[in-house]
């Protein structure tokens, strides 16, 4: 495999899984689509050539290789982090719809 040829793998890996994280926009849709599971996976994937690829691989393709994982990991967790306030949030609402006395309840339904 040619250097060209592994940093374009590299870059395409890197585009898709900045599109998993709804970084940037689908190109088909149009629109940014989040998928967590996959963007982990292709994570995964990056990790894993880069223990295959380890010691083959010369300064530019390693520092390349370093720098996508680290980028990808740490927008992986902010991304992460946002569903998780995002879940809390709305688990809170619920909690505080729940926590209404009865009497106002009943008093919304028979408005």
């Not at 190109?27 to 990790?47: H, T, W």
């Not at 880069?50 to 370093?66: A, F, I, S, W, Y």
């Not at 927008?75 to 995002?86: A, G, I, M, R, T």
């Amino acid at each position: 495999m040619e250097k060209t040829d592994f940093v374009e793998l590299l870059h395409f890996l890197h585009v898709l899984c900045w599109q998993a994280l709804g970084k940037v926009s689908n190109p088909v849709s149009g629109k940014p689509e989040k998928n967590l599971q996959f963007a982990k996976r292709l994570i995964d994937i990056l990790e894993t050539l880069q223990v295959k690829t380890k010691g083959n691989l010369d300064d530019d393709e390693k520092r390349m290789l370093e720098n996508i994982l680290t980028d990808l990991r740490l927008n992986y967790v902010d991304e992460l982090n946002k569903e998780c306030q995002s879940k809390e949030k709305e688990d809170g609402q619920h909690k505080k719809e729940d926590e209404r006395p009865e009497s106002e309840g009943k008093d919304k339904e028979n408005s």
